[in-house]
Nanobody, 125 residues
Framework: QVRLAESGGGLVQAGDSLRLSCAAS????????MAWFRQAPGKEREHMAT????????YYADSVRGRFTISRDNVKNTVYLQMNDLKPDDTAVYYC??????????????????WGQGTQVTVSL
């Protein structure tokens, strides 16, 4: 079992950058492929990025490819999401997720084993 805690969200202006962190406790983080999702008001939870257990394979949704970067430090048991050139459409609650199944690539919410509590990101014009 793993517990996930996101941090780093906040209110920024369009064009700014933020780095989200997801600290894990319990099982070693290297047990899981890790991902970031987000959910805007009135919308479904959207998968944005996945990183494989050792960090060698990355996947990004079209909406964030080229602007967001997922990374992990298995020694620190932490996953990161670097977000650059933020846009108002990026406003959402951002969730860290862990899956013990699969390798990398697109990740359905049905395959997520653990969720963090979420951190709010608000991007103003």
């Amino acid at each position: 079992q793993v517990r996930l805690a996101e941090s780093g969200g906040g209110l920024v202006q369009a064009g700014d950058s933020l780095r989200l962190s997801c600290a894990a406790s319990g099982d070693p983080l290297s047990t899981y492929r890790m991902a970031w999702f987000r959910q805007a008001p009135g919308k479904e939870r959207e998968h944005m990025a996945t990183i494989s257990r050792a960090g060698g394979s990355l996947y990004y949704a079209d909406s964030v490819r080229g602007r967001f970067t997922i990374s992990r430090d298995n020694v620190k048991n932490t996953v990161y999401l670097q977000m650059n050139d933020l846009k108002p459409d990026d406003t959402a609650v951002y969730y860290c997720a862990a899956s013990a199944r699969g390798y990398s690539g697109q990740l359905s919410t049905s395959l997520v084993d653990y969720w963090g509590q979420g951190t709010q990101v608000t991007v103003s014009l």
